[in-house]
């Protein structure tokens, strides 16, 4: 099932995407499936990013190919950071650079959507607290990340969390494509096979450090091929079963 966040006519709804129309919810899907009556195209819609999360969980160097890249050892244990909420923006919005940096870069990940309240959770039960997954676009000033000691402004702003389309539900988030395309051209080709640690383990591991909650997302890393972007590119991720996560680039 495809859960999806939208605007129309005004009004912020969630909706049960089929095919090319939309079931709209009475609330989010997190809390309960319950539909009103109406039906909308979604050409009639704006979709909006997937999630509103209290926080956004992310790994970092969880390809073994991207940990080469940057010339760094594969981490024992995962390496996590936090994304504020405000980074947060969905499909066809606009990645917008800071003054700050003189280097951004695209990096495409699988997004977890978490589903219920998680603390502490056994890694065997792990996908009982997973909603769903979503492409994720990890913007990052690198200039900054290799400056600072700490990684927090380099992924923190405004609009450095692309999400969407919408949340795929029914999937095995084992072996997926995950590819990054910037104006048209592949930049990032590899698979979640590749991940050092895998879903559960991922999910057992944060929540084992903080209560994640509905709609909590966690980016699950990168795979090697990060690059720059610049005014005026258009980079899109591309995860299998789940769509295209498409945005702009502005100053």
């Given at each position: 099932?495809?859960f999806?966040?939208?605007?129309?006519?005004?009004?912020?709804?969630w909706?049960?995407l089929?095919?090319?129309?939309?079931?709209p919810?009475?609330t989010?899907?997190?809390?309960?499936?319950?539909?009103n009556?109406?039906?909308?195209?979604?050409?009639?819609?704006?979709?909006l990013a997937?999630?509103?999360?209290?926080?956004i969980?992310?790994?970092?160097l969880?390809?073994?190919?991207?940990?080469?890249e940057?010339k760094l050892?594969?981490?024992?244990e995962?390496?996590i950071?936090i994304?504020?909420?405000?980074?947060?923006i969905?499909?066809?919005?606009?990645?917008?650079?800071p003054?700050?940096?003189?280097?951004?870069?695209?990096?495409a990940?699988?997004?977890?959507?978490?589903?219920?309240?998680?603390?502490?959770?056994k890694?065997?039960?792990a996908?009982?607290?997973?909603?769903?997954?979503?492409?994720?676009?990890?913007?990052t000033?690198?200039?900054l990340?290799?400056?600072?000691?700490?990684?927090?402004?380099?992924?923190?702003?405004?609009?450095?969390?692309?999400?969407g389309?919408?949340?795929?539900t029914?999937l095995?988030?084992?072996?997926?494509s995950?590819?990054?395309?910037?104006?048209?051209?592949?930049?990032?080709?590899?698979n979640?096979?590749n991940l050092?640690f895998?879903?559960p383990?991922?999910?057992a591991?944060i929540?084992?450090?903080?209560t994640?909650?509905?709609g909590d997302?966690?980016l699950t890393?990168?795979?090697?091929g990060?690059?720059?972007?610049?005014?005026?590119?258009?980079?899109e991720?591309?995860?299998?079963?789940?769509g295209?996560?498409?945005?702009?680039?502005?100053e």
């Amino acid at each position: 099932m495809r859960f999806c966040r939208f605007s129309h006519k005004g009004y912020i709804q969630w909706g049960l995407l089929e095919g090319e129309n939309l079931r709209p919810l009475s609330t989010p899907p997190f809390i309960e499936t319950k539909f009103n009556n109406d039906s909308i195209s979604l050409k009639e819609v704006k979709l909006l990013a997937p999630a509103e999360p209290s926080k956004i969980v992310c790994l970092g160097l969880n390809y073994a190919d991207h940990a080469r890249e940057f010339k760094l050892e594969v981490p024992d244990e995962p390496i996590i950071f936090i994304k504020p909420p405000t980074t947060v923006i969905g499909p066809e919005e606009e990645i917008i650079l800071p003054r700050a940096s003189k280097r951004v870069d695209y990096e495409a990940e699988l997004a977890i959507i978490i589903g219920k309240e998680a603390y502490n959770v056994k890694e065997e039960k792990a996908f009982e607290y997973i909603f769903g997954f979503t492409c994720a676009n990890d913007v990052t000033a690198r200039d900054l990340q290799k400056k600072d000691v700490q990684w927090t402004r380099s992924k923190s702003f405004n609009t450095f969390c692309p999400l969407g389309p919408w949340i795929e539900t029914d999937l095995d988030p084992g072996n997926l494509s995950i590819k990054l395309l910037l104006n048209g051209e592949i930049k990032q080709n590899s698979n979640t096979s590749n991940l050092i640690f895998k879903i559960p383990y991922i999910v057992a591991f944060i929540s084992s450090i903080m209560t994640l909650f509905p709609g909590d997302v966690i980016l699950t890393g990168t795979p090697s091929g990060v690059g720059p972007i610049k005014p005026g590119d258009i980079v899109e991720v591309v995860i299998d079963k789940i769509g295209t996560l498409k945005n702009t680039v502005k100053e």
